[in-house]
């Protein structure tokens, strides 16, 4: 089901096209990864798919009326001097949501991002994670249908990251719609179904990602019989390079092989990691 579609989408900034010709639909339950360099119109057109700001030509349809969506910009906004308590109580009467409403709901997202003990701290004590945390509530207070986080992992720690990778996926099996940007490929799988690739304001690439193999390690071994390797669990293919056999395994075997292959008398010559999503976004970045 379709929930927004974006038809002929152009954006031009005193005269200088920053979105060109950009057709979309997003679809109820297929959460999306836009994707690109610096500068290829990811944040412009997150903000026209949430109508902060209008195409200078085109049409964004919204399928289901009303149709709520979240929006966590890439900048937190200049409210640092608030509490969380107040910041959010501001934000949500802005969205109109009822008092009585935002009474009952601050507090349970507040627990539930695990920000409950710092309420009533100043927001610009915060570490960037926590801050984060406060744009992902504000954009949460009224369930949205569709959720949009621009960049929502920068900046951040590895297990920051992966705390709201967690969070955002918790989010998804409830039923919103997650639309972000980001580019390291391995959080963003455990994310998105789609990924589309923006490139100076146009669409590179749209794929499914159940469609991109996933990554894989790359063994490359002599001294053992090609006919032996496949028989090792997990092994995905083999190929011979003179006397030197490439072997392309599951990474969640890979331990296993590297030592099936040294007690059965071969010899590592290198170990390395080949991923088709990763290469499929170098490839969309550096040729088109
Ligand atoms: N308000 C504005 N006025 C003029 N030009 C703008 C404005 N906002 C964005 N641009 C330009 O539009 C282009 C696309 O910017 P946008 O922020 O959408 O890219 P992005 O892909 O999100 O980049 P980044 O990854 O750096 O955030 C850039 O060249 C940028 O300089």
């Given at each position: 089901?379709?929930?927004?579609?974006?038809?002929?989408?152009?954006?031009?900034?005193?005269?200088?096209?920053?979105?060109?010709?950009?057709?979309?639909?997003?679809?109820?339950?297929?959460?999306?990864?836009?994707?690109?360099?610096?500068?290829?119109?990811?944040?412009?057109?997150?903000?026209?798919?949430?109508?902060?700001?209008?195409?200078?030509?085109?049409?964004?349809?919204?399928?289901?009326?009303?149709?709520?969506?979240?929006?966590?910009?890439?900048?937190?906004?200049?409210?640092?001097?608030?509490?969380?308590?107040?910041?959010?109580?501001?934000?949500?009467?802005?969205?109109?949501?009822?008092?009585?409403?935002?009474?009952?709901?601050?507090?349970?997202?507040?627990?539930r991002?695990?920000?409950?003990?710092?309420?009533?701290?100043?927001?610009?004590?915060?570490?960037?994670?926590?801050?984060?945390?406060?744009?992902?509530?504000?954009?949460?207070?009224?369930?949205?249908?569709?959720?949009?986080?621009?960049?929502?992992?920068?900046?951040?720690?590895?297990?920051?990251?992966?705390?709201?990778?967690h969070i955002m996926a918790e989010f998804k099996d409830e039923?919103i719609?997650?639309?972000?940007?980001?580019?390291?490929?391995?959080?963003?799988?455990?994310?998105?179904?789609?990924?589309?690739?923006?490139?100076?304001?146009?669409?590179?690439?749209?794929?499914?990602?159940?469609?991109?193999?996933?990554?894989?390690?790359?063994?490359?071994?002599?001294?053992?019989?090609?006919?032996?390797?496949?028989?090792?669990?997990?092994?995905?293919?083999?190929?011979?390079?003179?006397?030197?056999?490439?072997?392309?395994?599951?990474?969640?075997?890979?331990?296993?092989?590297?030592?099936?292959?040294?007690?059965?008398?071969?010899?590592?010559?290198?170990?390395?990691?080949?991923?088709?999503?990763?290469?499929?976004?170098?490839?969309?970045?550096?040729?088109?």
């Amino acid at each position: 089901m379709k929930l927004i579609s974006l038809e002929n989408i152009n954006k031009t900034y005193s005269g200088k096209t920053v979105i060109q010709d950009i057709s979309l639909d997003i679809l109820k339950h297929q959460s999306m990864v836009f994707m690109g360099t610096n500068g290829a119109g990811k944040s412009t057109l997150l903000k026209i798919i949430t109508g902060l700001l209008l195409p200078s030509s085109g049409r964004v349809i919204k399928h289901s009326k009303p149709l709520h969506i979240g929006y966590v910009p890439e900048r937190f906004p200049n409210l640092l001097r608030f509490t969380p308590l107040e910041y959010l109580n501001y934000m949500g009467r802005i969205q109109g949501i009822p008092v009585m409403e935002l009474e009952k709901r601050i507090p349970i997202l507040l627990d539930r991002l695990a920000l409950s003990h710092v309420k009533n701290k100043r927001i610009d004590t915060f570490s960037k994670g926590m801050v984060q945390k406060i744009g992902i509530i504000q954009s949460i207070l009224r369930k949205p249908d569709l959720l949009i986080l621009d960049e929502p992992l920068s900046g951040l720690d590895i297990h920051t990251q992966n705390e709201l990778v967690h969070i955002m996926a918790e989010f998804k099996d409830e039923g919103i719609t997650i639309i972000l940007t980001y580019h390291e490929s391995d959080i963003l799988l455990k994310i998105a179904e789609r990924i589309v690739i923006l490139g100076e304001g146009q669409i590179k690439g749209d794929y499914h990602v159940k469609d991109i193999d996933k990554p894989q390690m790359v063994i490359e071994t002599s001294g053992i019989d090609e006919q032996i390797i496949h028989t090792f669990n997990g092994i995905l293919r083999v190929s011979k390079n003179g006397e030197t056999l490439q072997a392309h395994a599951l990474q969640e075997k890979s331990d296993n092989i590297l030592l099936e292959i040294l007690n059965k008398g071969g010899k590592i010559h290198s170990v390395g990691v080949h991923d088709p999503l990763n290469q499929l976004i170098m490839e969309n970045y550096v040729n088109k």
